[in-house]
């Protein structure tokens, strides 16, 4: 398979670190095609989806185009670092993880003080496993830079999580065999300091997003609570609002 591995790695996103490393270096030129689906399925040995997943990825970080009947053009030697992530679902707040390798930092045992359990929204002394991670994509600097705060009953799949794909959530719960189907979500700004800006490969006191979510099973139980600084430029955040029902001028006016 031409010096692909087996996983963790997806194959797709091997395939795509591989494209972009070659476009970079001016295999494939800016304004040229790319080899057809089936010719990088014979060079990589693998399926026409895993093949579509791969140029997915490269449509997504703008590094080609695709059209029917025109093929995959190259349209820029590299990937843009930002993310756009348009968040309709719980399915869709935690796909956005897919193609990202979580890198776990550190770890420890704790137990939330009268400060942690504030802004966790727990009780005070409930115990926890504190994980610090990166997100990094199959090519260019990490996303984010993560605290999640894991409840110590559902500690044990912590264990497996350093260089998975996907949302580290959705692992968890997986292996407590129950499902998310809630997340409550904060935003903030945040200048990030030294410590931060030198894992996220910026300059300190740069602008950051910072999120804060609480991930919840389907039986109430808290599964994890995460908050991810996001420097400036590196990832947007995009929501739809819609209205849930239209009322007439006189229904409206009845209704209030």
């Given amino acids: 398979m031409t010096g692909l591995v087996p996983a963790p790695v997806p194959l797709y996103a091997q395939i795509a ?19 057809t689906e089936e010719a990088l399925c014979d060079r990589f040995g693998v399926s026409r989806i895993t093949v579509r997943a791969a140029l997915k990825e ?22 843009r670092e930002r993310f756009v992530h348009e968040a309709g679902s719980v ?18 045992a704790i137990v939330a003080d009268a400060a942690l359990a504030s ?7 409930a115990p926890f496993v504190e994980i610090g991670a990166l997100r990094e994509p199959p090519v260019g600097p990490p996303v984010c830079l993560s605290v999640h705060h894991v409840p110590a009953d559902l500690a044990g799949a912590v264990a497996t999580a350093d260089g998975q794909f996907g949302s580290l959530a959705l692992h968890i719960a997986e ?5 998310i189907v809630a997340i409550r979500q904060e935003l903030d700004a945040h200048a990030l300091d030294a ?16 999120t804060m979510r609480w991930y919840e099973a389907e039986d109430g139980r808290l599964i994890v609570v ?4 996001y420097p400036r430029g ?20 009845r209704a209030m």
């Fill in 17 to 35: 670190r591989r494209l972009m490393q070659e476009i970079a270096e001016g295999v494939h030129p800016t304004g040229g095609r790319l080899p």
């Fill in 58 to 79: 490269l449509q997504i970080r703008g590094v080609v185009s695709r059209r029917a009947g025109v093929g995959t053009v190259v349209q820029r030697p590299s990937a």
């Fill in 91 to 108: 399915d869709d707040a935690i796909a956005v993880t897919r193609g990202m390798r979580l890198r776990i930092l550190s770890s420890r």
């Fill in 119 to 125: 802004r966790l929204r727990c009780a005070v002394g």
């Fill in 175 to 179: 292996a407590a065999g129950t499902t």
């Fill in 195 to 210: 410590a931060e800006a030198r894992h996220l490969s910026v300059r300190p006191r740069e602008a950051a997003l910072a």
């Fill in 226 to 229: 995460s908050r991810s600084l």
């Fill in 234 to 253: 590196r990832y947007t955040l995009g929501t739809t609002l819609r209205r849930e029902a239209v009322l007439e001028p006189a229904a409206r006016r």
